[in-house]
């Protein structure tokens, strides 16, 4: 992951990049007439309300609205541009790598190249959902790892293609299960390397499979997405090192893949409903 802050005495700008995906936040308290253009292909959600706001697209009419929290904008290749806004603005900037989204149009049987349609200031639930854990992780620096960051790529893109290419065709997707050899063999590796920030490539790479197909075959699998599984398995041997070894709790956390303490012992409560240290104690 690649991050960048910048500050201003007026903003806040957080950038993270993952792999397939760039997401930008900010807070901007600047009002007033202004020229600011947002980026092309980019999916946007606005979180604070507006009363009315001024914005045009390609330089076209320029229009006045409201803006509802939540409110989701897909630039596609137009341009953008913000006039004039009457308060505080927070938002989110996701940029998907075009790449990601042919590779899993291809995968389930949609023409390449994809162009997803332009549309802005409407609801759309997942996007938003999508928005707020992304916004969550860049806050965080990536506390989550890169398993999850990729997990809700995936999810996005997916929705993008059922829902704003415009195509009458739909994915096709395979919801066949990874047997039962290839299901051992990445359980086997996920055990080998719980104190790593594991991918979905990583995982995908080592039945053949691609990262897309894998996950949802792996899910087919066991019932749980990647990362949910892999959270339970480093949760399950924190237990173990918790009651059979003398390891600080700093220790234990980055034994099973959690280099922030606070982040480790936040996921040790919401799976046991119990701290590591209370754990411990209670042995």
Known sequence: M????????????????WDGI??????LS??????????????SVAFAPHDRVTWSVDGGTTQT????????????????VWHQ?????EYINMMLDPQVLNQVASE????????????????????????QLLKSEVNSGGLAGKLYTES?????????????????????LDDSPLDTLKLNQVKDFIEQRLAEDLSIADMAAVVHMSQFHFARAFKTATGQSPHRYLTQRRMEQAKVLLSVTRLSVAEVAYRVGFYNT???????????????????DSD
């Open 152 to 172: 809700l790529r995936n999810l996005l893109a997916v929705h993008l293609l059922r829902n704003y290419t415009g195509a009458v065709e739909k994915p096709t």
């Open 30 to 43: 600047a009002i007033g007439q202004f020229d600011f253009a947002m980026p092309k292909h980019a999916i």
């Open 262 to 280: 606070s982040h480790f012992t936040a996921q040790f409560r919401k799976a046991t409903s119990t701290t590591p240290k209370a754990y411990r």
């Open 22 to 27: 760039t997401v930008e936040y900010g807070c």
């Open 108 to 131: 389930n049987g949609l023409s390449t190249p994809v162009k997803i349609e332009h549309r802005v200031i409407f609801p759309d639930p997942t996007i938003l959902h999508v928005a």
């Open 2 to 17: 690649l991050m960048h802050v910048s500050t201003q005495p007026s903003s806040l700008h957080l950038k993270a990049e």
């Open 85 to 89: 806004r009457e308060r505080e603005s």
């Open 65 to 80: 609205t409201a803006l509802p929290a939540g409110s989701v904008f897909i630039y596609s290749s137009r341009d953008f």
